[in-house]
């Protein structure tokens, strides 16, 4: 099935720890998206690729790093800069044309806590 | 000002009701409109796209669109419990491939 693929579901994490959310996509887009979400709050972007080998800083980026290697990867690694990561994040994906029809879709999300 | 705003409600309606969702936006050259769904927990999915004036209609749900006034407005027609969720609004601009969402309206349809 074409689709989106976020790896694992649940994550705990330490304090001071590195963890790293996969994201997969064989919907042969373009473009790529890191959101966070927090309970009752909308999506904040932190990453966003366009193509590969590229990648631009969302509005909450701090204490976050991503990596564009292939076309259909775009891990997000949380680092222990990140003080406060306990979030929902989607990984999401469009076509990256532009204009009309450019739609986006979101994989299942990751849930990850601070323990 | 935010891109995208919408009412956080929680709205409620009755069962077989019409729930009404409103979004404004502030970019004029905004393209492309889109309404998601978001159950509690799960990710968003979506609903419907609309990209030129007027209404778009699917089945139950209808899309309105008015670009003068920068307002995009989702009807539910005889809303369901299963419709109650959060309802995203988002919208991409011409040029670029960046998406701007709303904080969501919280929809409870009460049987």
């Known amino acids: 099935d074409g689709g989106i693929t976020q790896s694992p579901k649940y994550l705990f994490r330490k304090e001071g720890q590195n963890v790293t959310l996969s994201c997969e996509q064989n919907l042969n887009h373009d473009a790529m998206y890191w959101y966070r979400q927090d309970p009752g709050q909308g999506l904040r972007l932190i990453y966003y690729s366009q193509i590969v080998n590229d990648f631009q800083k969302g509005d909450i980026a701090e204490g976050y790093s991503v990596s564009r290697e292939k076309k259909e990867s775009f891990p997000l690694t949380v680092t222990s800069a990140q003080k406060n990561p306990t979030a929902f994040y989607l990984c999401?994906?469009?076509?990256?044309?532009?204009?009309?029809?450019?739609?986006?879709?979101f994989g299942e999300g990751s849930w990850l806590t601070v323990v | 000002q935010k891109e995208v705003e919408q009412n956080s409600g929680p709205l409620s309606v009755p069962e077989g009701a019409i729930a009404s969702l409103n979004c404004t936006y502030s970019d004029r050259v905004s393209q492309s409109f889109f309404w998601y769904r978001q159950y509690s927990g799960k990710s968003p999915e979506l609903i419907m796209s609309?990209?030129?004036?007027g209404d778009k209609e699917d089945g139950r749900f209808t899309a309105q669109l008015n670009k003068a006034s920068q307002y995009v407005s989702l009807l539910i027609r005889d809303s369901q419990p299963s419709d109650s969720a959060t309802y995203l609004c988002?919208?991409?601009?011409?040029?670029?491939?960046?998406?701007?969402f709303g904080t969501g309206t919280s929809l409870t349809v009460i049987p």
């Open positions: 988002a919208v991409n601009r011409l040029t670029g491939n960046q998406f701007y």
């Open positions: 609309i990209y030129s004036n």
């Open positions: 999401a994906s469009s076509t990256g044309t532009g204009g009309t029809g450019n739609t986006i879709y």
